[in-house]
């Protein structure tokens, strides 16, 4: 199990109640497309654009109270069972566009100058998931709401710290810039790492350079923001309670393990990916429990 900030929240689970288990499809159908089309393929990214433009065009169309979608487009499929949930549980458009708008950004943006920017992303990269959980749980309140941002964006940052090598094939670093430089961990430091391990190759002192001391200080400081936004956020698996708040409590917990895991792997983890194995489930349920 790797930590995923779509499949970080119940996707059709036995945990859900049956009357949510369409829509949460429906809602993880149309960001995981979405998702797809700025990521995968070999599309140019005029291409990409182009076609989140068919989705954005398509969520103004619900939001214009043109519920009933009959697209001609099968690209478009998604947005009538989309339609339909959004109507059935009167879900806020916000959300949908601000995921959009953090999909078009993946196409052309690489580079973070800093954690606002970084954070901006977030917001709207993966608050939005949690955001339209609590409306279809009737639970959007103020402060549940501020909880679930704070779980969503830490669970972000664990992907993203997990997945700094993945990340740097595609060309793209979410460590913030002005934190790279102040560490002194210049971008070669990646490209070397992920090239080595690309080759097969094997971590040696000599190969954790130019700076792994810099190295260690920026991943400790990034893992302990990650690991206090997903702490600060747990009460929201009480406020919740039953078997949402256990599934939710789970996941906050697996976040917090790919965290120690990171920690254990000194950062490394151009060589190994941490994930969570079928050893850590007792461990994450012993903790859900407590």
Same mark, same amino acid.
């Given at each position: 199990?790797?930590?995923?900030?779509?499949?970080?929240?119940?996707?059709?689970?036995?945990?859900?109640?049956?009357r949510?288990?369409?829509?949460?499809?429906?809602?993880?159908?149309?960001?995981?497309?979405?998702?797809?089309?700025?990521?995968?393929?070999?599309?140019?990214?005029?291409?990409?654009?182009?076609?989140?433009?068919?989705?954005?065009?398509?969520?103004?169309?619900?939001?214009?109270?043109? %519920?009933?979608?009959?697209?001609?487009?099968?690209?478009?499929?998604?947005?009538?069972?989309l339609?339909?949930?959004?109507g059935?549980?009167?879900?806020?458009?916000?959300?949908?566009?601000?995921?959009?708008?953090?999909?078009?950004?993946?196409?052309?943006?690489?580079?973070?100058?800093?954690?606002?920017?970084?954070?901006?992303?977030?917001?709207?990269?993966?608050?939005?998931?949690?955001?339209?959980?609590?409306?279809?749980?009737?639970?959007?309140?103020?402060?549940?709401?501020?909880?679930s941002?704070?779980?969503?964006?830490?669970?972000?940052?664990?992907?993203?710290?997990?997945?700094?090598?993945?990340?740097?094939?595609?060309?793209?670093?979410?460590?913030?810039?002005?934190?790279?430089?102040?560490?002194?961990?210049?971008?070669?430091?990646?490209?070397?790492?992920?090239?080595?391990?690309? %080759?097969?190759?094997?971590?040696?002192?000599?190969?954790?350079?130019?700076?792994?001391?810099?190295?260690?200080?920026?991943?400790?400081?990034?893992v302990?923001?990650a690991?206090?936004?997903?702490?600060?956020?747990?009460?929201l698996?009480?406020?919740?309670g039953?078997?949402?708040?256990?599934?939710?409590?789970?996941?906050?917990?697996?976040?917090?393990?790919?965290?120690?895991?990171?920690?254990?792997?000194?950062?490394?983890?151009?060589?190994?990916?941490?994930?969570?194995?079928?050893?850590?489930?007792?461990?994450?349920?012993?903790?859900?429990?407590?």
């Open positions: 199990m790797a930590v995923d900030h779509y499949e970080n929240f119940p996707v059709a689970s036995l945990l859900l109640p049956r949510l288990r369409i829509p949460v499809q429906n809602i993880y159908r149309y960001a995981r497309n979405a998702d797809d089309i700025a990521d995968e393929g070999t599309a140019t990214s005029a291409q990409r654009l182009e076609q989140l433009g068919l989705y954005r065009d398509a969520l103004q169309r619900i939001a214009d109270g043109k %519920l009933n979608l009959e697209p001609t487009d099968p690209r478009l499929a998604v947005f009538e069972p339609a339909q949930t959004i059935q549980h009167t879900l806020p458009m916000a959300p949908f566009f601000d995921l959009l708008s953090a999909f078009e950004q993946d196409v052309d943006t690489t580079r973070y100058a800093c954690d606002a920017d970084l954070f901006d992303y977030c917001r709207r990269s993966a608050n939005p998931v949690g955001t339209l959980m609590l409306h279809l749980y009737d639970k959007a309140t103020a402060d549940n709401l501020a909880f941002d704070a779980i969503c964006t830490g669970l972000q940052l664990t992907n993203f710290w997990q997945d700094i090598a993945i990340d740097w094939q595609k060309n793209r670093i979410y460590l913030p810039q002005d934190k790279l430089k102040r560490h002194g961990v210049a971008e070669d430091f990646i490209a070397g790492q992920t090239r080595l391990s690309l %080759l097969g190759g094997k971590q040696t002192e000599s190969s954790f350079r130019p700076s792994p001391e810099g190295w260690q200080t920026l991943m400790s400081e990034q302990a923001q690991r206090e936004l997903l702490i600060s956020g747990l009460p698996t009480h406020r919740l039953g078997r949402i708040g256990f599934e939710l409590k789970l996941v906050v917990h697996g976040g917090l393990r790919i965290l120690e895991r990171l920690e254990q792997l000194h950062y490394d983890m151009f060589f190994q990916r941490p994930t969570l194995t079928k050893s850590d489930w007792a461990l994450l349920l012993w903790r859900a429990l407590g």
